[in-house]
Each structure stands twice: as structure tokens, then as C-alpha cells.
């Protein structure tokens, strides 16, 4: 049974600094690539970052460059989002994806809500 489990996620101020850990069962994690993707109330699932199976290549949309940080520890099989200087609208739902490099399926979460507000 493959399981995704994220965890981190609550309210937090704007500038607040948060983390979010998504914990992985059932796959083959270290050749797995991980994404977070993000859903904010009425809009579209966007993805936020992605990380290679050894962690040697990352991206980020570009709302989140400089801000946010992702990473993995594959003895632990998780993957971490490392939020920093956090805004409004970064308000949303944030979902781990993994992808196992040689089976063409998406395994996913089901989501830690991160709220930004005053």
C-alpha cells in the first residue's frame, strides 16, 4: 500500500516561517521523484517544487524562488518543503506527489493546509 502522509502544515503569520514533511510507505522512494503542489480556495493546483530521486536537481515556480526550499533525506523516505518569508497568498493546501522514475504513476497525499494571515 503506498502512502503519503504530509504533516507541518497551520496558521501562520505573513513573514512566518513554516516546514512541511511528507513521509513516504510503499514505494521505491530513493528512485522516486517528489513534488509539492499547492491548491488555494477557486484556483487551479499549481505546482510549487520538485526534486530529483538523488536530490541533485531541483525547480521552483517562480512565486515561491528564494522563499522556498525542498529537500529530501532518502534513509528516511521524506521529503521536506522548507517555507520561509511566507505571504497571503500562499494560503493553500499542500499536497506531496511521488513519481517513481520507472513506473508512470502519480502517487499523492492527501494535503496539510498552510494558512497565512494577520
Known amino acids: 500500500q503506498v502512502q503519503l502522509v504530509e504533516s507541518g502544515g497551520g496558521l501562520v503569520q505573513p513573514g512566518g516561517s513554516l516546514r512541511l514533511s511528507c513521509a513516504a510507505s510503499?514505494?521505491?522512494?530513493?528512485?522516486?521523484?517528489m513534488r509539492w503542489y499547492r491548491r488555494a480556495p477557486g484556483k487551479e493546483r499549481e505546482l510549487v517544487a520538485g526534486i530529483s530521486s538523488a536530490g541533485g536537481s531541483t525547480n521552483y515556480a517562480d512565486s515561491v524562488k528564494g522563499r522556498f526550499t525542498i529537500s529530501r533525506d532518502n534513509a528516511k523516505n521524506t521529503v521536506y518543503l522548507q517555507m520561509f518569508s511566507l505571504k497571503p497568498e500562499d494560503t493553500a493546501v499542500y499536497y506531496c506527489n511521488a513519481q517513481p522514475v520507472t513506473y508512470g504513476i502519480n502517487y499523492w497525499g492527501k494535503g496539510t493546509l498552510v494558512t497565512v494571515s494577520s
Open positions: 510503499g514505494l521505491p522512494f530513493s528512485s522516486s521523484a
